[in-house]
C-alpha cells in the first residue's frame, strides 16, 4: 500500500488551466503505475490519465486527449496531472490512485491505492 495525497484543485474559469500534484509516502513509489480518475455528483468515478512506473508510457481518456497530460517525478514521490482549456464538464472530484506492477492500466479494479480527492471546478 502506498498513502496518496492530492494537491491543487480549485475554481478556474472556462478555458483556463490547473496543475494537480499527488505526493506519495510508503513502499517504493517507482513501482507502482500511476493513474487519475474524476468523480462528478451523480456519476460514477472515470478513467482520466494513466502513466506506467517509469513514464514511458500513458493512456488518457477521449475527452482530455490533448488538453491534460499526466507525468511523473520519483524523485520526488509525485505525479501530475497538467490540465488545459478546461471546460464546466472537468467539473468533478479528481483523484490519484496506485497500481501495483510494471503495465499500465484504465481498469478502476487494477489500482489499490486511492487518495482522498482534490475539488475541481470549472466555471462558464
Known amino acids: 500500500q502506498v498513502h496518496l495525497v492530492e494537491y491543487g484543485g480549485g475554481l478556474v474559469q472556462a478555458g483556463g488551466s490547473l496543475r494537480l500534484s499527488c505526493a506519495a509516502s510508503?513502499?517504493?513509489?517507482?513501482?507502482?503505475?500511476m493513474g487519475w480518475f474524476r468523480q462528478a455528483p451523480g456519476k460514477e468515478r472515470e478513467f482520466v490519465a494513466a502513466?506506467?512506473?517509469?513514464?514511458?508510457?500513458?493512456a488518457y481518456a477521449d475527452s482530455v486527449k490533448g488538453r491534460f497530460t499526466i507525468s511523473r517525478d520519483n524523485a520526488k514521490n509525485t505525479v501530475y496531472l497538467q490540465m488545459n482549456s478546461l471546460k464546466p464538464e472537468d467539473t468533478a472530484d479528481y483523484y490519484c490512485?496506485?497500481?501495483?506492477?510494471?503495465?499500465?492500466?484504465?481498469?478502476?479494479?487494477?489500482?489499490?491505492?486511492w487518495g482522498q480527492g482534490t475539488q475541481v471546478t470549472v466555471s462558464s
Open positions: 490512485a496506485a497500481g501495483a506492477g510494471w503495465a499500465i492500466s484504465r481498469r478502476l479494479a487494477d489500482f489499490g491505492s
Open positions: 510508503g513502499r517504493t513509489f517507482s513501482s507502482y503505475f
Open positions: 502513466i506506467s512506473w517509469n513514464g514511458a508510457n500513458t
